[in-house]
């Protein structure tokens, strides 16, 4: 690996080549602006898209600009040179950084996900009259409302309000957060397409084969996320005591509600049988020796970890949160209600229902619904193949590079 350090005006700039290849001068230069390479869905979602770009390699010059220096959680393909600025977390700061270099490379395309890198680079694409993409990959109003409130939730959502309607194109994950950045974002209809998240199948499939890391229940459910109050472990752990589902419950994933998680959990007597496992290097390892995947949250964009549960076979039980899942599963819990929606591929719960989830982790406990889903599961799982969705992703490029 290459790596080459420049000054922008007393700023450092690492830039790392991952591959010497030698690009031609006619080659159109796309740069893809995000907050890091952590262990997240817009994370994986683009290394997939870049992993994709087959024939048009030789057309496309690919940069990844990093906003802020933190370490990778997973790795891209060769082709690709990373910057690495220092951000620090800020908007203004990443704001800064990022004019001065889009400033000085001036790109073909810049291309951005998650809402800093949307706003940051909103802003100098405008200024610096470049061809920009924002892909939007949660269910922003809700995300926001789930974290904020007041004068703060206000002045939060002001920016992407602000500059997301500006964009010349954005990208929503799922057509609920399109949606959502039409009514509540004033993105115009005719700036906006839904293109789902890219699943590399096979991958997703082999590793699943591997030796997991940990030793592992002999019978388990699994969740998978972020420990934040919007994923609602707290809502599942109580549920899945109250179903008195006879295996255990693994949640992997780190957070900030660990510990209020870890004072639940013994409070309950349940430490031997619900596991806080953290991070995994390979996730589908774990997954693919669950008894099914259960998904409690509050809000999603396009959920991730739900379908690379299904691409392992892996029956769903999940609530009916504002996007994502019920397009995913094909159904609609009615809200308020304890009742089940058997979905078309897999039970949807209303949001915050433990007795409801509770009755579908019971249901799943039935070895005939379960393979019914487990079989409809890896059914609906071939819709999001990576060769199909990342092709749509580099149509919209090559349109908008034209």
């Known amino acids: 690996m290459k790596t080459e350090t420049a ?8 830039s790392e080549r991952l591959s010497d290849g030698k690009d031609g001068v006619s080659k159109q230069t796309i740069i893809f602006v995000i907050n890091s390479i952590g262990f997240g869905g817009a994370e994986r979602a683009l290394s997939n898209i870049l992993e994709a770009i087959g024939a048009r390699a030789s057309r ?14 997973r790795s891209l ?26 400033r000085s490379h001036r790109p073909t395309l810049v291309v951005s996900l998650l809402v800093r890198a949307n706003v940051s680079t909103g802003l100098v694409a405008r200024w610096h009259n470049l ?37 010349p194109l954005m990208l929503g994950v799922s057509s609920g957060v399109s949606k959502d950045l039409v009514a509540k974002f004033g993105v115009h209809p005719d700036h906006i397409r839904t293109i789902h998240n890219p699943y590399n199948l096979d991958a997703i499939r082999l590793d699943g084969q591997a030796q997991p890391e940990i030793d592992l229940p002999g019978s388990f459910i699994i969740a998978v996320g972020r420990l934040e109050p919007s994923k609602n472990f707290a809502q599942l752990v109580s ?39 953290g991070y995994m290097r390979n996730p589908f390892a774990i997954i693919s020796r669950a008894d099914y995947f259960v998904s409690s949250s509050l809000n999603e964009g396009f959920p991730n970890a739900m379908v690379e549960a299904m691409v392992l076979g892996k029956a769903v039980v999940a609530t009916d949160c504002p996007s994502g899942p019920a397009e995913i599963l094909v159904g609609t819990a009615k809200p308020g209600s304890g009742t089940i929606c058997e979905g078309e591929f897999g039970l949807l719960v209303p949001v915050n ?6 009755a579908a982790m019971r249901s799943m406990n039935n070895a005939v619904i379960r393979r019914k889903y487990e079989e409809r599961a890896a059914q609906r799982a071939e819709d999001f193949a990576l060769i199909r969705i990342a092709d749509h992703y580099w149509s919209v490029f090559d349109e908008m590079s034209e």
């Not at 060769?78 to 203004?92: A, H, P, T």
């Not at 229902?353 to 509770?358: G, I, L, N, T, Y």
């Open 239 to 277: 549920a899945f005591l109250v179903s008195e589902t006879k295996g255990d419950l693994v949640i992997m994933g780190e957070g900030s509600s660990r510990s209020a998680l870890e004072g639940q959990i013994r409070a309950a007597g349940a430490s031997d049988r619900i596991h806080l496992i």
């Open 7 to 14: 000054a922008l005006n007393g700023h450092e700039i690492s």
């Open 131 to 167: 061809k920009h993409i924002a892909c939007e990959r949660m269910h922003l109003s809700s995300h926001l409302d789930g974290r904020y409130s007041g004068l703060k939730r206000i002045l939060v959502g002001l920016a992407p309000r602000v500059i997301y309607r500006h964009i």
């Open 353 to 358: 229902s433990v007795e409801a989830m509770a």
């Open 60 to 73: 496309y010059a690919v940069r990844v600009v990093l906003l802020d220096r933190l370490p990778d959680a």
């Open 77 to 102: 393909p060769e082709y690709v040179k990373i910057d690495r600025l220092d951000s620090r977390g800020s908007l203004w700061r990443s704001i800064y950084l990022l004019r001065k270099f889009l």
